[in-house]
């Protein structure tokens, strides 16, 4: 049985400029099909998954509007998750939004947010053990049913899927709390910084060996940041067999990308209608010229997608 998700609100803009898509921009997320669905074979068939590549390859837009739309079908409660150097607030939950940043606040339902009066908070922090513990309450029990004083939201057999996005976090962000202050606070910020890495370590471990957890994990990073992540793969060195590394689209498909707010009749009447009387679409030979210009500066036949969203933008 899937998890419902109510179709999602189409965005205001047909382009994201450099911003990664979102969920609500899966209509507008295009020539990602096998990545994609490589992506969901991976998280399927292993405990945790690897995604990187370098940056502006799209990494966040295809968790955000080619995986996250797909994973209901397999019953997958999606969470994005950051790390912090912060003792007793080590974990960040980022809410997965499903309304516009100017419309009443929505979200996809979370394993780790609490009901709340007023509504959820868009992101809230964890200590590691609340953290690990509200997975824990996901263990079958004797009787074969969870623990039952667990607020969590999402049941009926639902398995969370934990999304580390820019999980390169896990370094530079203890790497830099080492910098601060004079020699003394220093070197205490490093001691404090390692302890607590080391703390994070231990739980993803865990984590991803713990078979009794019904979970399924993605680290999604920068590719520079493979080898400095090695103290994760030396605990678990399956985990480089379970990786996807993500390359810019090439230069044929970018035409379909530029085009793809305007293919579909409905999108299209939907972005002419809130550009006003003075709208207007990217054309086909448009389209085409963009490409081409962007095709003539690219190595190897690939577009780096910063570089084609200032482009459309």
């Known amino acids: 049985m899937s998890i419902h998700v109510a179709a999602p609100p189409l965005p205001n803009e047909p382009y994201r400029g450099i911003q990664p898509f979102r969920f609500i921009d899966q209509q507008i997320f295009a020539a990602r099909e096998e990545d994609t669905w490589n992506l969901l074979s991976n998280v399927t068939l292993y405990r945790a998954v690897l995604l990187y590549g370098e940056s502006g390859t799209g990494k966040s837009s295809l968790i955000n509007a080619g995986l996250l739309p797909r994973v209901f079908e397999e019953n997958y409660v999606p969470d994005r998750i950051r790390v912090q150097p912060l003792p007793g607030r080590e974990i960040k939950v980022e809410r997965i939004r499903t309304s516009e940043p100017n419309e009443p606040l929505a979200y996809l339902a979370s394993t780790f947010a609490p009901p709340k009066e007023g509504g959820p908070d868009e992101a809230f922090e964890l200590s590691l053990i609340a953290f690990h513990d509200r997975l824990k309450e996901l263990v079958p029990q004797r009787n074969g049913a969870a623990s039952s004083n667990s607020f969590l939201g999402p049941r009926s057999g639902s398995t969370p899927l934990l999304i580390f996005d820019q999980f390169e976090e896990f370094i530079t962000l203890f790497e830099e709390i080492q910098r601060v202050g004079d020699a003394e606070e220093a070197d205490r910020a490093r001691r404090q910084a390692l302890e607590t890495q080391q703390a994070i370590l231990t739980t993803l471990v865990d984590l991803i060996q713990d078979e009794t957890l019904p979970i399924k994990i993605i680290f999604a990073f920068r590719e520079d940041y493979l080898a400095k992540l090695s103290m994760i793969f030396d605990l678990c060195p399956e985990l480089i067999d379970q990786a996807q590394r993500l390359r ?66």
């Open 248 to 313: 810019p689209p090439r230069v044929e498909v970018l035409p379909k990308i530029i085009r793809a707010p305007f293919e579909n009749p409905v999108l299209r009447a939907h972005f002419l209608e809130r550009s006003g009387k003075g709208g207007s679409e990217l054309s086909e030979s448009l389209a085409q010229q963009i490409a081409d210009d962007l095709g003539r500066r690219s190595e190897a036949g690939v577009v780096n997608l910063s570089a084609l969203q200032d482009r459309k933008s």
